[in-house]
């Protein structure tokens, strides 16, 4: 009896959908002959009209896209409001790494993980872009999101951060440029290759105030709507993803030139 009222209600809403009637009626208002005779005719004429049904999954398909295209939408919109919330803890956080021209007119943020492919491969035009633009300033994300060795790599670079600022620099070319995978290990061994105590290290590792960037990267991420990684902030423009250096270039040249007004 579930299966006929499923059956009966799944074909007049069907109909009412391609134009067939106002309303879908309710299979409770018939009774076990009226059912099967309806769900004769309605499956005959769906029979020989196929067309009908492909129609229905076209529509219904729509109707799905175009509520996943309302969602981004309004993320997206969230994504902005919440760059304009955050813009002193993005651009100006205490104890941030930043790289480049620490007074330059234009600031490019990057949420990065020691594991992530694409980081990597944007790494190298991150270098020519820092070489080549003396006015732009770079503030680096620790976001380990491809599990915990990327978080035991990340915990490591706030450590480098806080005992030997002047050296991280270094770490972070040498970490970015190393084959094989980020965990603890590698990075400290990248670190004592530097010159940096790894048992100074060990003890910043363990202060769990070591974990306060990175859990300040995990909600700043969250809310811009960012999934993955790289993700940039450049003015007020969230990047979700890897984009060439000429891409950098083109965005950073036209942000000077509108300054603050969108153009």
Not at 109 to 122: I, R, T
Not at 174 to 182: D, K, V
Not at 218 to 240: K, S
Not at 250 to 256: E, F, G, Q, T, V
Request: glycine share 6%.
């Amino acid at each position: 009896m579930r299966r006929k009222f499923s059956t009966i209600s799944f074909l007049f809403a069907t109909l009412a959908l391609i134009g067939f009637a106002s309303a879908p009626a309710r299979a409770a208002e018939f009774n076990d002959t009226q059912k099967q005779e309806i769900e004769k005719i309605i499956s005959d004429y769906l029979l020989e009209n196929p067309d009908l049904i492909r129609q229905v999954f076209t529509i219904i398909s729509q109707q799905e896209a175009d509520k996943q295209q309302q969602a981004e939408l309004q993320r997206a919109e969230l994504a902005k409001q919440a760059l304009v919330e955050n813009q002193e803890e993005l651009f100006n956080a205490k104890d941030q790494i930043v790289l480049g021209n620490p007074k330059g007119d234009v600031t490019l943020v990057e949420f990065l993980d020691y594991n992530c492919g694409y980081c990597k491969q944007a790494f190298g035009g991150m270098l020519e872009l820092m070489d080549q633009d003396k006015k732009l300033r770079v503030v680096l994300k620790e976001w380990p999101i491809l599990g915990p060795q990327s978080q035991e790599a990340a915990l490591v670079a706030v450590a480098v951060t806080k005992l030997a600022p002047d050296q991280y620099w270094d770490f972070h070319k040498a970490m970015m440029t190393m084959r094989g995978t980020a965990n603890k290990e590698t990075a400290l061994r990248t670190a004592e290759k530097l010159g940096i105590s790894r048992e100074e290290l060990e003890k910043l590792y363990e202060d769990k105030a070591s974990r306060k960037p990175i859990q300040d990267a995990y909600r700043l991420a969250d809310a811009l709507n960012l999934n993955g990684t790289p993700g940039y902030v450049l003015g007020d423009e969230i990047i979700p993803g890897y984009i060439s250096q000429e891409a950098f270039e083109s965005k950073i040249s036209n942000l000077r030139s509108c300054g603050s007004t969108n153009c």
